[in-house]
């Protein structure tokens, strides 16, 4: 990862966009299951950077992903129409950037007094920023109260899902693979030796959910102009728990098995459809069988990083 | 014997008292540690040794009193911000980093003197590949002083117990500091391991050229190697001298051994 780091982004930008000028010939369903999958995977992984690097358990993700896909949404029905289709792409890119500072901000006001909090206080207090989130736009007429927000453009296509979702990876990998991001870690690790070496912890923490909330944001802005439709319900505990089950379930802090996770998780469901009721049960057994065989997370062993060098004494 | 001029003093605690609720842990404290001193503060257990060392580095506030670092008030700042002043610890119970390896656990401690932060990170432009480059070459220097660099890439919590100690003073010494505090680091050690701890911190204190404070609860560590000792008994400083005065003293006998019939 260390190593031209950015040209890696760049040749995975590339064959995206390549990729992408063919998509007219895939099969519509398959096309939009896998911008779920890019979507799913930006959400993960920015979620990691709060829950697995830095070890701030956050139950409140699809609460920012609501703030930047309203934001975006919102935006792109005042003045969509006004845009030609020559500036289209452009205009999405500065609504999807609007919603990620949008959901940057409230990650911010959100994490500052909460962050004090640890383990299951700061779940809770994420958790009902999430729900009141739901609520705020729920009740809000001009956001479309309970139906929603319609009628907006497909913006999102396989390239802006992916290139995006390569962006979010090469932040939070690069972020944590250097000397500043080390802080995130151990941070996770323990919190008092981080402060004995000079780390402020709160600085790290407040950091990491403001970064992962800009991603959701962007992710949910995405979304938005892939769906069409924006409702609340689709913003609800549950959603921030599929993210949950996700970093989870590709071991904490692990990037890699996190995006495998978000892939499986996105296409398991869709062939499940007929157990769709059933789903969230399927997720609870999953997760209480996985703390209890593989506390460390289903991929974590799979470690791609630099391999243990043998003591040579 | 803490006759040393306020310039001249490193560390000076003054006056300090401590109280939760009703009970005094430690009372009007004067205690100082000059520049490049070995100094050991010890006591049975419970006289407020550890208190001292949270007063020190921040954790608690003194209730009266107060406490200056290189003559500047260390008040109301965060562990973080006294750690960045010049005043490293290790602990009791070892706290390294555990999903860290030996090499990153002295590198995220190097990152306190290095100004690089997201935006180098992320743009991984020239002169941020200069200071990782750096980074890294200070790290295995430090390592390599301890005899540490053979493990480079292990899990820090995979290291026999002995090495997890060194490797816990090689990341407080990678802060930079001034002054280190080392809080019991003979706990759980054999009387062969104790040998090999003192002529470490005696290195230390020699090779850095800087101060060093060791709270210990066992005097045999602390006789052998401090340039000065204080006795604390239930938060009370009851004695200060060399180790042969200390050794003489009848109130550390007393506080020691207990009172004879």
Aim: charged share 20%; with cysteine.
């Amino acid at each position: 990862m260390d190593r031209g780091a950015k040209r890696w982004l760049l040749a995975a930008a590339l064959a995206v966009a390549v990729v992408s000028l063919f998509a007219g010939q895939f099969n519509r369903y398959y096309l939009g299951v896998t911008i779920d999958i890019g979507i799913n995977i930006i959400m993960a992984v920015s979620l990691n950077l709060i829950n697995g690097h830095t070890g701030q358990f956050s139950l409140g993700h699809a609460g920012f992903m609501a703030v930047g896909g309203y934001t975006a949404a919102k935006l792109s029905l005042l003045f969509g129409a006004q845009i030609p289709p020559g500036a289209a792409p452009i205009f999405f890119a500065v609504i999807l950037l609007a919603g990620g500072l949008v959901a940057a901000l409230s990650g911010l006001a959100v994490g500052v007094p909460s962050l004090r909090l640890k383990g299951d206080y700061l779940a809770i207090v994420t958790l009902g920023f999430g729900e009141i989130i739901r609520v705020i736009f729920q009740t809000t007429e001009s956001l479309g109260g309970a139906t929603g927000l319609t009628g907006l453009e497909r913006y999102t296509n396989l390239a802006w899902a992916f290139v995006l979702a390569a962006l979010t990876v090469y932040v939070v990998s690069c972020l944590v693979n250097s000397t500043y991001g080390r802080g995130f870690i151990a941070v996770h690790d323990d919190e008092v030796a981080a402060s004995a070496m000079g780390i402020n912890p709160t600085k790290y923490k407040v950091v990491a959910f403001v970064i992962g909330a800009f991603f959701a944001g962007i992710a949910g802005g995405l979304y938005a102009h892939h769906k069409l439709v924006l409702k609340p319900d689709g913003f609800d505990f549950m959603r921030s728990i599929e993210f949950v089950v996700m970093v989870i379930l590709g071991g904490m802090g692990k990037t890699a098995g996190v995006i495998l996770a978000a892939v499986i998780l996105t296409v398991l469901p869709e062939f499940l459809r007929g157990f769709a009721d059933y789903r969230m049960i399927i997720y609870s057994l999953l997760i209480i069988i996985l703390m209890m065989a593989r506390p460390q997370g289903l991929f974590a062993g799979w470690k791609t990083g630099r391999k243990q060098a043998a003591p040579t004494s | 014997m803490s006759t040393a001029s306020a310039k001249e003093r490193l560390l000076d605690v003054s006056r300090c008292t401590i109280r939760f609720g009703g009970l005094t842990a430690v009372s009007e404290l004067d205690f100082a540690v000059k520049e490049g001193e070995l100094v050991g503060l010890i006591g049975p257990n419970g006289a407020g040794k550890t208190t001292v060392f949270n007063l020190i580095t921040g954790v608690y506030q003194p209730t009266e009193g107060a406490i200056q670092f290189n003559s500047r008030s260390l008040g109301n700042l965060k562990p973080h911000q006294i750690t960045a002043r010049g005043v490293a610890r290790t602990f009791q119970n070892i706290r390294l980093f555990p999903s860290l390896s030996v090499f990153d656990n002295v590198r995220a401690a190097i990152q306190l003197h290095r100004r690089h932060g997201i935006v180098h990170a992320l743009w991984r432009g020239g002169s941020f590949k200069q200071e990782e480059r750096e980074v890294e070459a200070e790290a295995l220097d430090l390592l390599k002083i301890f005899g540490l660099d053979r493990f480079r890439d292990e899990a820090s919590k995979s290291l026999p117990y002995g090495d997890q100690r060194r490797l816990e003073i090689v990341r407080a010494l990678a802060t930079k500091p001034r002054l280190l505090l080392l809080d019991e680091p003979a706990a759980g050690m054999n009387p062969t391991e104790k040998a090999e701890l003192t002529s470490l911190i005696k290195f230390v204190q020699e090779r850095f050229r800087i101060a060093v404070l060791l709270v210990e609860h066992d005097m045999q560590v602390v006789m052998g190697i401090c340039q000065r000792i204080a006795v604390l008994d239930y938060g009370v400083k009851i004695a200060e001298g060399t180790p042969d005065e200390i050794r003489r003293n009848p109130k550390v006998i007393e506080a020691y051994l207990g009172e004879p019939d």
